[in-house]
């Protein structure tokens, strides 16, 4: 631990206590100046005023004090709690909402995790540290910077559902690890090995089953500690199961898929034959008609993209939407797929304007899912621009750091500030309109997903009343196969949250 942080702590509290007392007797002094000059109380009075207001100054900055000062004990017991054996799980302490002592704090957690941990390597029962784990209800693995298993307490290992010893194999080659976001276990390590020295995170609903069994969920403890030369662990993973709440959500998910699914063949039929309509009777329909014809296709376009968005927002939702990157020229691909966009911009009374900037680089797209995106940012565009304001911008150029970037810009009713940080989020609508424009707030959570999985980031700028700019980018596709080391490979193959097959989160 070191005498240094322990005075540091001691230095922190004293400036907390004698910024009380100065805060507390400027104030004082302020008060009873000003009552003194621009009031005509007693002396008596005044003295009493500046008692009352003393205590209730002591209340206010002695309960931030007493607060700030407790938070370290706190953080220290519940990490003892959370490696203890008990019978409600307990989630590591979150030590970096620590102000006061942090450094101290993160030590002492550290020597009770090692502690918790000692004599782990061989898995037998030399001290308390092994008694601890031993007893523990819950998986407890310890990775190093590789994945390997440093550690591992019995019910990890009965959990792992090998006769052998798991200590020294790799935990993506024992497991499968699919979390639901891209903020993984293996991009936050890498991000604490950076920025800290001890850590802590929670994910809740990862899938993690031995490669073969049935599908398995938890809830994932963390706690990250940097490794030394004598010990290579450098996380500590504590698994909590909860396979009968996350399961239920993915047997709705897949009823609602499956629902949805079943509407495909009907809606196939139907666009066939309004297809043929539009071919054949085109010549003898009038004018208003024509109208109809368009309206009819538009809607079923409309139909067909909402049950698209269901069935891939299932797919990731289990991992399941497999994404094949080629190299593509964006032009000719953003042109396609704008054009295709205008019939149903036309029908709503809308103009989509595209402009393209000269001498982009080929880009690795899959093209269905790409398209999935600008259609849903387009529609987003139609839907949420009123009557009076009927064009709609897209655009495409390069950035300053090679990335090509492409904007869908409306003139519309903008979206609330309160509203912006939760805009990606699944089921997300604008409260003030949801109820005259239609929608499932899944279009820009799939359009995340999938720009993610392109290597690319999805963003969005609004002002109320002024309209709302989207926009994403996606890499050229020299800059992909060398992100993903593959050469010139002609095509790269992820999953919907960004993951390479073979990677390490995938391996099998």
């Known amino acids: 631990m070191g005498p240094g942080h322990l005075e540091n702590a001691l230095k922190a509290i004293k400036r907390y206590i ?26 008596l ?30 953080a220290l017991s519940e990490a003892i709690l959370h490696v203890a054996p008990t019978p409600i799980p307990i989630a590591a302490p979150e030590v970096e909402k620590i102000y006061l002592a942090r450094e101290l704090v993160s030590n002492l957690i550290r020597q009770v995790y090692e502690y918790a ?72 390590i890498k991000s604490s090995r950076e920025n800290a020295v001890t850590a802590q995170k929670i994910w809740r609903g990862v899938r993690i089953n031995p490669y073969g069994q049935p599908p398995q969920y938890f809830d994932m403890a963390v706690s990250y500690i940097k490794g030394s030369e004598e010990d290579k662990t450098e996380a500590i993973i504590s698994l909590f199961e909860q396979t009968e709440i996350y399961s239920e959500e993915d047997k709705s998910l897949s009823f609602i898929s499956l629902a949805v699914h079943e509407l495909r063949t009907p809606l196939t039929i139907l666009r066939g034959y309004i297809e043929v309509f539009d071919d054949e009777l085109s010549s003898s329909l009038r004018p208003d008609q024509k109208v109809f014809m368009k309206k009819m296709e538009a809607s079923a376009e409309n139909l067909a993209a909402f049950v698209g968005n269901i069935l891939n927002v299932a797919k990731i939702e289990q991992n399941q939407l497999s994404l094949h990157l080629n190299e593509e020229d964006w032009p000719t691909s953003l042109t396609r797929i704008v054009d295709n966009m205008k019939l149903r911009a036309e029908v ?97 959570y799939l359009s995340k997903g999938l720009v993610n999985a392109h290597g690319g980031n999805i963003w969005a700028r609004s002002k109320e009343n002024e309209g709302t700019i989207i926009g994403f980018t996606i890499l050229p596709f020299t800059k992909l196969a060398d992100q993903e080391k593959t050469g010139n490979n002609s095509e790269i193959t992820r999953n919907a949250h960004g993951w390479i097959k073979n990677h390490s989160l995938s391996r099998r």
């Open 18 to 43: 004698i910024v009380w007392f100065t805060l507390s007797g400027l104030a004082l002094i302020g008060i009873w100046w000003g009552l003194s000059e621009y009031s005509e109380l007693e002396p």
């Open 45 to 74: 009075i005044i003295v009493g005023s500046l008692v009352f207001i003393w205590i209730i100054l002591s209340l206010i900055i002695g309960s931030v004090v007493a607060n700030q000062t407790s938070k370290p004990l706190k």
């Open 117 to 188: 941990a000692s004599g782990t390597g061989a898995q037998t029962s030399k001290g308390p540290g092994d008694i601890v784990l031993q007893q523990l209800s819950i998986p407890v693995i310890g990775i190093d910077a590789e994945g390997n298993i440093t550690f591992a307490n019995p019910k990890a290992n009965h959990f792992s559902k090998t006769t052998d010893t798991i200590l020294g194999k790799n935990l993506y080659t024992l497991f499968e690890v699919l979390f639901k976001t891209n903020d993984n276990l293996d991009s936050w």
């Open 348 to 444: 709503y009374g809308k103009t989509i304007e595209l402009s393209i900037a000269p001498n982009l680089p080929k880009v690795g797209i899959d093209q269905v899912s790409i398209a999935e995106v600008i259609t849903n940012l387009i529609d987003n565009a139609i839907k949420y621009s009123p009557d009076d304001k009927t064009l709609i911008k897209v655009s495409s150029q390069l950035t300053k750091d090679g990335l090509v970037e492409t904007t869908v810009q409306d003139f519309g009713v903008g979206i609330p500030t309160q509203v912006m940080p939760h805009l990606f989020e699944k089921f997300s609508r604008n409260y003030r309109n949801q109820a005259a424009i239609s929608g499932t707030g899944l279009g820009l």
